[in-house]
């Protein structure tokens, strides 16, 4: 393959990609959806559709051909002439200027050493891992999946709600999410957001405190994750979750990539729920993209003079996402059995006496100790032990280590 100029034999392909610990896809095919990655935009319909017409490995070879112009890489598409988008090869003309500015080895090289130097590996579409999701996206899917953690977690999007939402959060928005996120861990749905401040953050964050799976979606290269004010946060979604990016290492976030970002974040989801967002808010375009590929969307609303609620009462007013009230509420959108859902809360056998309501009130929904319990709820300790041991035989609270949480 030549690659610039440059002849690149499959042992020296197979060199660069052994650095990123393969884990069941063949070198080459890693190769190329690694430099497509590099060299496309995410989102790229026009680099999308070559690719499937005619192959990731085939569309890698045309851009590097010189002699590849946008009349010849058409005729290869072999699409009928009626069927052909209207201004299809300006629009390959245009593609392979900008993909050819970018075509550099020294560019790949450095991407592979920057994942090998934190442990990262890249998936290709050809993986028994890629997401099947992402195929919904259709010639805007991504070319390759950058990813730090365990690659085997990528199958925990099969079971996945997105959560997102406003990075500047209220003590509302904390509350909510908190009680979606154990929704989901009861059910044992991952939960994916894009690991941003704000109602991202707490997603994440209480999905680890329960041990339950997350996956954090980035809009720049897995090299230098952002936002470094995360970075503890990070790392523990690394090593307990997985976190994931179409491009390469070495690509800084920007706007327009977050935008795309928040398209796999619907693509790799069952639903996606906007917790608390603006009215012109980028956690609401994770739903317009839902809603473009019939994912169900839900949104929680607010105090109707809450400008962190706007967005989430613009989305239900305009029809884009159904009401989210509590976590059974997110479960029916998922689609779990209703009656299902209700079984645990109406089959409980407590009769809540004084001592039983007043430990169950002081419990607080990210959970609370047991001399926290004592010193706001003014029992003794053996009332409250009584009590604890009465909720959680019902099945009302439960000990997670050192706290007692809601159920």
Same mark, same amino acid.
């Given at each position: 393959?030549?690659?610039?100029?440059?002849?690149?034999?499959?042992?020296?392909?197979?060199?660069?990609?052994?650095?990123?610990?393969?884990?069941?896809?063949?070198?080459?095919?890693?190769?190329?959806?690694?430099?497509?990655?590099?060299?496309?935009?995410?989102?790229?319909?026009?680099?999308?559709?070559?690719?499937?017409?005619?192959?990731?490995?085939?569309?890698?070879?045309?851009?590097?051909?010189?002699?590849?112009?946008?009349?010849?890489?058409?005729?290869?598409?072999?699409?009928?002439?009626?069927?052909?988008?209207?201004?299809?090869?300006?629009?390959?003309?245009?593609?392979?200027?900008?993909?050819?500015?970018?075509?550099?080895?020294?560019?790949?090289?450095?991407?592979?050493?920057?994942?090998?130097?934190?442990?990262?590996?890249?998936?290709?579409?050809?993986?028994?891992?890629?997401?099947?999701?992402?195929?919904?996206?259709?010639?805007?899917?991504?070319?390759?999946?950058?990813?730090?953690?365990?690659?085997?977690?990528?199958?925990?999007?099969?079971?996945?709600?997105?959560?997102?939402?406003?990075?500047?959060?209220?003590?509302?928005?904390?509350?909510?999410?908190?009680?979606?996120?154990?929704?989901?861990?009861?059910?044992?749905?991952?939960?994916?957001?894009?690991?941003?401040?704000?109602?991202?953050?707490?997603?994440?964050?209480?999905?680890? +405190?329960?041990? =339950?799976?997350?996956? *954090? %979606?980035? #809009?720049? @290269?897995?090299?230098? &994750?952002?936002?470094? !004010?995360?970075?503890?946060?990070?790392?523990?979604?690394?090593?307990?979750?997985?976190?994931?990016?179409?491009?390469?290492?070495?690509?800084?976030?920007?706007?327009?990539?977050?935008?795309?970002?928040?398209?796999?974040?619907?693509?790799?989801?069952?639903?996606?729920?906007?917790?608390?967002?603006?009215?012109?808010?980028?956690?609401?375009?994770?739903?317009?993209?839902?809603?473009?590929?019939?994912?169900?969307?839900? +949104?929680?609303? =607010?105090?109707?003079? *809450? %400008?962190? #609620?706007? @967005?989430?009462?613009? &989305?239900?007013?305009? !029809?884009?996402?159904?009401?989210?009230?509590?976590?059974?509420?997110?479960?029916?959108?998922?689609?779990?059995?209703?009656?299902?859902?209700?079984?645990?809360?109406?089959?409980?056998?407590?009769?809540?006496?004084?001592?039983?309501?007043?430990?169950?009130?002081?419990?607080?929904?990210?959970?609370?100790?047991?001399?926290?319990?004592?010193?706001?709820?003014?029992?003794?300790?053996?009332?409250?032990?009584?009590?604890? +041991?009465?909720?959680?035989?019902?099945?009302? %609270?439960?000990?997670?280590?050192?706290?007692?949480?809601?159920?």
């Amino acid at each position: 393959m030549s690659f610039n100029g440059l002849r690149i034999s499959v042992e020296e392909i197979s060199r660069m990609v052994s650095k990123l610990m393969v884990f069941d896809d063949e070198p080459i095919g890693v190769f190329v959806s690694a430099a497509l990655s590099l060299l496309c935009e995410p989102g790229d319909s026009i680099a999308g559709l070559v690719c499937s017409r005619i192959g990731q490995r085939e569309a890698l070879i045309a851009i590097i051909d010189e002699n590849v112009n946008a009349a010849l890489l058409l005729s290869r598409l072999e699409i009928e002439v009626s069927e052909r988008p209207v201004g299809l090869e300006r629009a390959l003309s245009d593609g392979l200027i900008r993909w050819r500015k970018r075509l550099s080895i020294t560019a790949l090289e450095n991407a592979f050493d920057k994942m090998r130097a934190v442990g990262g590996r890249v998936v290709s579409p050809k993986s028994s891992l890629w997401p099947a999701g992402f195929a919904d996206l259709e010639s805007c899917a991504p070319l390759a999946i950058w990813l730090r953690g365990k690659p085997e977690r990528l199958s925990w999007l099969d079971r996945s709600v997105a959560l997102v939402g406003s990075r500047v959060s209220t003590s509302y928005g904390q509350y909510a999410t908190n009680e979606l996120v154990e929704a989901a861990f009861e059910r044992d749905y991952c939960v994916l957001s894009g690991a941003a401040y704000g109602i991202d953050s707490i997603a994440h964050s209480g999905s680890l +405190a329960l041990g =339950g799976k997350t996956i *954090a %979606v980035m #809009a720049g @290269g897995l090299d230098a &994750l952002y936002p470094a !004010g995360n970075s503890a946060l990070l790392n523990r979604i690394e090593s307990e979750g997985l976190i994931i990016a179409e491009v390469a290492p070495g690509v800084v976030p920007a706007k327009f990539r977050f935008l795309q970002r928040n398209r796999l974040i619907a693509a790799g989801s069952q639903a996606t729920i906007v917790v608390e967002a603006g009215y012109r808010s980028g956690s609401i375009n994770t739903a317009y993209h839902a809603n473009s590929l019939d994912r169900p969307a839900g +949104a929680v609303p =607010g105090l109707i003079s *809450a %400008v962190s #609620a706007q @967005g989430c009462h613009r &989305l239900i007013k305009e !029809g884009r996402a159904q009401l989210i009230g509590d976590g059974n509420d997110m479960l029916e959108l998922l689609g779990e059995p209703l009656e299902l859902v209700l079984a645990r809360a109406n089959n409980s056998a407590v009769e809540l006496g004084s001592l039983e309501t007043r430990v169950l009130d002081a419990i607080s929904f990210s959970g609370s100790t047991f001399d926290q319990l004592l010193i706001e709820t003014g029992l003794s300790a053996n009332e409250a032990q009584l009590a604890l +041991a009465s909720l959680e035989l019902g099945q009302l %609270v439960e000990r997670r280590l050192a706290l007692w949480r809601k159920r």
